[in-house]
C-alpha cells in the first residue's frame, strides 16, 4: 500500500516561491504518471501538472503553464512542485496522487492514491 505525503505549504506574498514535496512510502511508485491537483472549498479538484515515469511527458494546466515546474526523483520515490510568481488565485489545498493507471493523467480517477494535502495561502 503506497503512502503518499505531502511537505512545503505554506503562507508567501503574491510574487513568491514555494516548493512542493510528495514522498511515498509503503512501496516504489510503479510506472505511471504523478500529478498534483489542488482544490478549494467548494470547487471541485483541479489538474496542476503531471509527470511520467521517466520525465519525459509533462503535462500543465494552462493557469500555470511557465511558473509552475514538475519534477521528480525515482530514486528517492519523491514529486517535486516549484511553483514561481504565485498568485492568490494559487491558494488551495495541493495533492499529489499516483501513479496513474494510464496515460490520462488529467483524469481524476486515475488514480488510486492520494496524499492528505498541503495548504498554500497566497497573500495579495
Known amino acids: 500500500q503506497v503512502q503518499l505525503v505531502e511537505s512545503g505549504g505554506g503562507l508567501v506574498q503574491a510574487g513568491g516561491s514555494l516548493r512542493l514535496s510528495c514522498a511515498a512510502s509503503g512501496g516504489t511508485l510503479s510506472s505511471g504518471f504523478m500529478a498534483w491537483f489542488r482544490q478549494t472549498p467548494g470547487k471541485e479538484r483541479e489538474f496542476v501538472a503531471a509527470?511520467?515515469?521517466?520525465?519525459?511527458?509533462?503535462g500543465y494546466a494552462e493557469s500555470v503553464k511557465g511558473r509552475f515546474t514538475i519534477s521528480r526523483d525515482n530514486a528517492k520515490n519523491t514529486v517535486y512542485l516549484q511553483m514561481n510568481s504565485l498568485k492568490p488565485e494559487d491558494t488551495a489545498d495541493y495533492y499529489c496522487?499516483?501513479?496513474?493507471?494510464?496515460?490520462?493523467?488529467?483524469?481524476?480517477?486515475?488514480?488510486?492514491?492520494w496524499g492528505q494535502g498541503t495548504q498554500v495561502t497566497v497573500s495579495s
Open positions: 496522487a499516483g501513479p496513474s493507471r494510464s496515460g490520462r493523467y488529467l483524469n481524476k480517477g486515475e488514480y488510486d492514491y
Open positions: 509527470i511520467s515515469w521517466t520525465g519525459n511527458s509533462i
